[in-house]
């Protein structure tokens, strides 16, 4: 006997005609005539080699040798089952690379969360996480370099502050504090952005948030600010604020506990408006894993 002879219309031929005891019931079953099934059956025992049923006034009945394979038959067919199953759920699996911009820190956004949702998912996409300045994301997406991204933007137009060719959600609003070192109270306090851009600042490149976000202030002025030293991280920020070099800008969160537990100077009279948004091209809003990563943010986010 081959493995070949043995196919499978046989094998479920002979578990439901042992389970019904009766070819007639098995033929409807299977939707064949029961001459079909009948034959499938003597094929089954030639191949075998063996008598697999006797016939009684009541139908079939399995002889010791076809009791004997009974559970070999049920065990083969189960198993093709499983395995058909697994291949229809690959069929639907969600698979490829994501390449994901951050910026800030990961808990600010949020980063853990998604990515676990992702995972949970579609735990077939690959991620790669490429960390960077909002500009530099924002520019990445629209290249083509990165397939989602966080950004920050001001918050003065919602989401319409985001090039057409993107797709965006705001995750969140909060406010950017203009921060000085300890003991500039007296510079700061009660100022105007006139009277602070006459003071040093931390400047940072044109792919910072705090750069565009400052432009949009003192440009309309005709104002510049002095620059005391070209930042582009947030931690290296923080420790020239407490060094005593210039003004900075800080989440507001970050503001409140540095000035709380530092004795850094918060800027009484100006602060901006900030949003955190998602984006993507909206050309592949829809692609399976782009639309995997939207669906996980949706889920880390509400």
Request: charged share 20%.
């Amino acid at each position: 006997m081959t493995a070949a002879a043995l196919d499978l219309q046989i094998l479920r031929a002979f578990v439901l005609a042992a389970r019904e005891g009766s070819v007639s019931r098995a033929a409807e079953r299977l939707h064949l005539t029961q001459p079909a099934v009948s034959l499938q059956l003597k094929r089954l025992a030639e191949e075998t080699g063996l008598q697999l049923f006797t016939r009684t006034p009541h139908g079939l009945a399995l002889t010791a040798d076809g009791a004997a394979l009974l559970p070999q038959a049920e065990r083969v067919l189960s198993a093709v089952g499983d395995l058909q199953q697994a291949a229809r759920n690959l069929q639907g699996t969600v698979r490829g690379a994501l390449r994901i911009g951050t910026i800030l820190d990961p808990e600010f956004t949020r980063l853990g969360v998604f990515l676990r949702e992702l995972v949970e998912s579609a735990p077939q996409i690959e991620t790669e996480l490429r960390h960077g300045m909002s500009g530099t994301v924002m520019a990445q997406v629209l290249r083509g370099e990165l397939d989602v991204g966080f950004h920050l933007d001001t918050d003065d137009d919602g989401d319409a502050a985001t090039p057409p060719l993107l797709a965006a959600r705001t995750l969140t609003r909060f406010t950017y504090r203009v921060v000085a070192p300890a003991g500039w109270g007296p510079q700061v306090l009660g100022r105007d952005w006139k009277t602070l851009a006459a003071l040093p600042w931390l400047a940072t490149p044109p792919e910072s948030a705090h750069h565009r976000l400052l432009g949009k202030v003192f440009g309309p002025l005709g104002l510049s600010p002095r620059r005391a030293a070209l930042v582009d991280q947030e931690a290296s920020m923080l420790d020239l604020l407490k060094s005593g070099v210039g003004l900075s800008l800080l989440r507001d969160s970050i503001a409140i506990r540095e000035s709380q537990s530092h004795g850094l100077v918060m800027a009484d009279r100006v602060q901006l408006d900030c949003a955190l948004r998602f984006v993507s091209l909206a050309a592949r809003r829809n692609e399976p894993v782009i639309a995997s990563a939207w669906n996980a943010l949706a889920r880390a986010w509400n």
